[in-house]
């Protein structure tokens, strides 16, 4: 099979390889359809990523070739879409740098994930005058849930301030947390303004007071090399739809040890060992947490996914997407009514690029920027209490991935100058 990096011929093991992306952009088919007669210039990664040929292909071939429902036939298709459905499992605690398999459990989404932990450990353990801490950037994915179980439990739900920089207030650490605390939940990188997270230094002042750490890693797996390993948390949570993966597939990750002293989320097939009448005990983990027939086909084809991702290397991922988002930030600034969100330093950021432009809303600017067959997203980007710090209502939001290139970011500027003169503004730039 062709490379999808380009080895240069010194250094190559020193430094991440340059992805190749006329190479990559290839493999994704729907990077070859037009929009309003104009190029699809993708992005809207950050929402959720294109899908390459083979993954779709996996979908298909699941179907055509192996359909069954896991688990329980004790026939040839259903051992095949066990071993498949399973070997997914694999290929995640690969990915995560040697992750306990057992410690997988499959759910829809991130949401899912995190509102799993939520029910299945908060409510549980979490009391009255507990306390909960989150920080001001959270997606609604990692705040409402533990509103929902703070309502219920009476229990305080806290946070960590934001600075204008779109960094984390971390000197309220110590006083944030305290021994009430129960469970300390963030994002290890944000969608809405690119930063990325000091979660080693928050989970060590959660740890002085035994509290629980839950990472959302839907914009960190998809994006950074994580070794579980390396990082201190209970549980972490990511969508597979955001790393070229099939939509309806989310992961939470635990210690086994952990999953097992937790009561079940969901009851029904699948989750149990053995149910009377009067009472129920449980499968072991992670099916424990599988309540129900799962996404059989999406979860076979993530397994492609991770492959293909494996075959990228994700330091070249990483490489590639500062190397865009120092260029697009460098050509925003360019334009003086807009104001980028989030830290200056394409090091402490993803490859996300959140601004606002003084003169134009961002809907109208997005809007304009379509008709240039440009997707970007405007809105409050499921964070309503970032938004509100930064005293907007929404942003414009460019967010790359491994098939986006340096053209890309010139249409995108190119649109944006566009969109102002529409509105009547720098008629000459
Ligand atoms: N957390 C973060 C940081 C996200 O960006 C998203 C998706 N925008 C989610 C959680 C929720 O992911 P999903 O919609 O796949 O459940």
């Given at each position: 099979m062709t490379p999808l990096v380009a080895r240069p011929a010194a250094?190559?093991?020193?430094?991440?390889?340059?992805?190749?992306?006329?190479?990559?952009?290839?493999?994704?088919?729907?990077?070859?359809?037009?929009?309003?007669?104009?190029?699809?210039?993708?992005?809207?990664?950050?929402?959720t990523t294109q899908k390459p040929e083979r993954v779709i292909e996996a979908i298909g071939r699941f179907y055509r070739t192996s359909n069954a429902n896991i688990h329980r036939g004790i026939h040839k298709l259903?051992?095949?879409?066990?071993?498949?459905?399973?070997?997914?499992?694999?290929?995640?605690?690969?990915?995560?740098?040697g992750a306990d398999p057992r410690g997988v459990v499959f759910t829809r989404n991130c949401t899912e994930a995190l509102n799993l932990v939520a029910y299945a450990w908060g409510r549980h353990n979490v009391r009255a005058g507990d306390e909960i801490l989150?920080?001001?950037?959270?997606?609604?994915?990692?705040?409402?849930?533990?509103?929902?179980?703070?309502?219920?439990?009476?229990?305080?739900?806290?946070?960590?301030?934001?600075?204008?920089?779109?960094?984390?207030?971390?000197?309220?650490?110590?006083?944030?947390?305290?021994?009430?605390?129960?469970?300390?939940?963030?994002?290890?990188?944000?969608?809405?303004?690119?930063?990325?997270?000091?979660?080693?230094?928050?989970?060590?002042?959660?740890?002085?007071?035994?509290?629980?750490?839950?990472?959302?890693?839907a914009q960190a797996i998809p994006h950074l090399h994580v070794e579980v390993g390396r990082l201190d948390f209970d549980f972490l949570a990511f969508s597979a739809h955001k790393m070229m993966g099939p939509t309806g597939v989310g992961v939470l990750y635990a210690k086994p040890d952990l999953l097992r002293s937790m009561e079940p989320f969901l009851g029904g097939g699948e989750m149990i060992r053995e149910v009377r009448l009067d009472g129920a005990t449980w499968n072991e983990v992670p099916h424990k947490f599988e309540a129900g027939t799962p996404n059989i086909a999406d979860v076979v084809a993530f397994s492609s996914t991770i492959e293909y991702i494996e075959e990228l290397g994700m330091e070249a991922v990483r490489a590639h997407e500062m190397d865009l988002t120092r260029?697009?930030?460098?050509?925003?600034?360019?334009?003086?009514?807009?104001?980028?969100?989030?830290?200056?330093?394409?090091?402490?950021?993803?490859?996300?690029?959140?601004?606002?432009?003084?003169?134009?809303h961002p809907h109208d600017l997005s809007q304009i920027l379509d008709q240039h067959g440009v997707a970007i997203r405007a809105g409050h980007h499921c964070a309503q209490p970032a938004m509100r710090f930064f005293k907007v209502v929404a942003t414009a939001r460019a967010s790359f991935y491994i098939?986006?290139?340096?053209?890309?970011?010139?249409?995108?500027?190119?649109?944006?100058?566009?969109a102002r003169r529409c509105f009547g503004y720098d008629q000459r730039s």
């Open positions: 250094l190559a093991e020193a430094r991440p390889r340059k992805l190749d992306v006329a190479r990559i952009r290839e493999d994704f088919p729907i990077l070859k359809r037009l929009v309003h007669g104009k190029r699809l210039v993708y992005l809207d990664n950050a929402a259903a051992e095949e879409a066990t071993a498949a459905y399973e070997g997914t499992r694999k290929a995640v605690a690969r990915l995560l740098g989150v920080t001001e950037m959270e997606h609604h994915s990692n705040l409402v849930p533990w509103i929902i179980l703070a309502k219920e439990k009476g229990a305080v739900l806290k946070h960590i301030p934001l600075r204008e920089d779109g960094t984390l207030r971390l000197e309220a650490l110590d006083a944030l947390v305290t021994p009430r605390t129960k469970i300390v939940s963030v994002m290890m990188v944000s969608n809405a303004l690119g930063t990325i997270n000091p979660v080693g230094e928050i989970a060590a002042a959660a740890r002085r007071v035994g509290a629980k750490v839950v990472l959302d890693a260029h697009a930030m460098a050509e925003l600034r360019k334009i003086p009514s807009i104001r980028i969100l989030g830290p200056e330093d394409p090091a402490r950021r993803s490859g996300v690029v959140s601004f606002v432009d003084a003169d134009l098939y986006n290139d340096l053209d890309d970011i010139e249409v995108l500027v190119e649109g944006i100058r566009t």
